[in-house]
């Protein structure tokens, strides 16, 4: 049984969701040690956060943005503003898509299915960069 | 320490939220072995989700299907239409629902609360079968 | 390598999204004994969940209720209705929050970032207490 843990520094993005399979996975050369295990990816921000979708057709990605950003509209009455308009809907599209992924490890790969792709989900317009905290278990 | 590793591959199901709480636990006779640990259970997909929900009523079912449709609706200006107008609604209910759920083991058995269970979400209409990793850790 | 696993019972709450991340760091002294590891916070029921959100400004939480509220309204043709209305729409939320939120540990602290707290979302109106699950594995 073995523990690593890194982080990653992920640049500013523009609002939308954004492919990190290949940086995340490039960040872990120890994921070729593991047999079976779990990797999780953490987003330490509450208005970005992670999820698992399609990674092949980048119109995907731009459905993603337009619809979460529908259930979760700018206007809305909300009573924290003070931020900007982007601010409280992306505090909720964090809630609604989480902080966190797990991923299955097996035979030194993650075990995603064919079309699985890593995101990045920013919710601002003008963010700063992002830190994940990458935790890799497994024997 | 132990970890144990298997591949479920679930029947093509209707769309909407089926309960498979059963099917999961019959396929891991380990957990027997596990006196505290920790279970995933990981979809490889982007069209379909897992949740956690009421196991009762059947009519949750119902309505978790009819309120995740309206939520994320067929009718909205998609540029991602060509696999059909159920497909990209899909991809917004995966990235609503998650890939995946851990539940805590206690003792031999899932920490499930008395009335929850394990639900496949199929948002497609017309899929095939679904293929889940499941993924057991403990001592 | 070490698992601790605890409960942790939570008197009744409002409805609404509550901050527990002191009352969640206090019931796990062991974290202090952990380089690198993992915590799981799970809720062993339906119509409540975890999610982390900002834990600074009160005004998010009011934000939080009132946006949930209206992506899961209480006014919907559910059919699972002979538990009150403001029933259905909380196990709607519980699977678009999510039963369980995973932090990674380091150096003997969790890993939230400056502006993360652990919420506990209460859906009903007049719930009596609820019971998490406290996983902790490390190193």
């Not at 073995?2 to 520094?9: A, D, E, G, P």
Request: contains cysteine; charged residues 15%.
């Amino acid at each position: 049984m073995t523990w690593y843990q890194t982080t990653l520094r992920l640049p500013p993005m523009e609002r939308g969701f954004h492919q990190i399979t290949r940086v995340v996975v490039k960040s872990l050369p120890e994921l070729a040690d593991i047999r079976v295990g779990m990797l999780q990816v953490f987003i330490q921000h509450t208005s970005a956060s992670l999820t698992l979708n399609e990674n092949a057709d980048p119109d995907v990605t731009i459905d993603l943005e337009s619809s979460f950003s529908s259930i979760a509209p700018e206007r809305f009455p909300y009573v924290h503003t003070i931020e900007g308009p982007d601010d409280m809907p992306g505090h909720v599209k964090a809630s609604l898509l989480g902080a966190s992924i797990q991923i299955p490890v097996t035979d030194g790969h993650l075990a995603l299915g064919t079309w699985q792709g890593i995101f990045l989900c920013e919710h601002r317009n003008h963010a700063s960069g992002r830190n994940l905290v990458l935790t890799l278990q497994g024997e």
